[in-house]
């Protein structure tokens, strides 16, 4: 049985940090890449970052790149990705997903991620 289980998140003020984490099992985590996805309100769901399965190939959306990281723990049976996320600004604000998706190259197809995690929410105030 496939789970993609979220933690993190809350509430923090503009120029805070968070790190969300993502713990999976069912699959095979090491040949799977991974992406966090956010939506807000009232807006389309936004690709935040991408991973690759061996954790080489990082991808970040615009809005986000140079404050967020994504990065993985393919080790000592963990199984986890996770988002640190600094200099928070109010517009981050938005349900943040976990995703398992196929290959690479395909991250940015419509319909890529397979499982989703139950999504998280991130507010930032100002």
């Known amino acids: 049985q496939v789970q993609v289980v979220q933690s993190g998140g809350g509430s923090v003020e503009a120029g805070g940090s968070l790190t969300l984490s993502c713990v999976v099992n069912?699959?095979?985590?090491?040949?799977?890449?991974m992406g966090w996805f956010r939506q807000a309100p009232g807006k389309q769901r936004e690709a935040v970052a991408f991973?690759?399965?061996?954790?080489?190939?990082?991808?970040?959306g615009a809005s986000v790149k140079g404050r967020f990281t994504i990065s993985r723990d393919n080790a000592n049976n963990s199984d986890t990705v996770f988002l640190q996320t600094s200099s928070l600004r109010p517009e981050d604000t938005a349900m943040y997903y976990c995703?398992?998706?196929?290959?690479?190259?395909?991250?940015?197809?419509?319909?890529?991620?397979?499982?989703w995690g139950q999504g998280t929410q991130v507010t930032v105030s100002s």
């Open positions: 995703a398992a998706g196929g290959t690479w190259s395909r991250r940015l197809d419509p319909g890529w991620a397979k499982y």
């Open positions: 991973i690759s399965a061996s954790g080489v190939f990082t991808e970040y």
């Open positions: 069912g699959f095979s985590f090491g040949r799977t890449s």
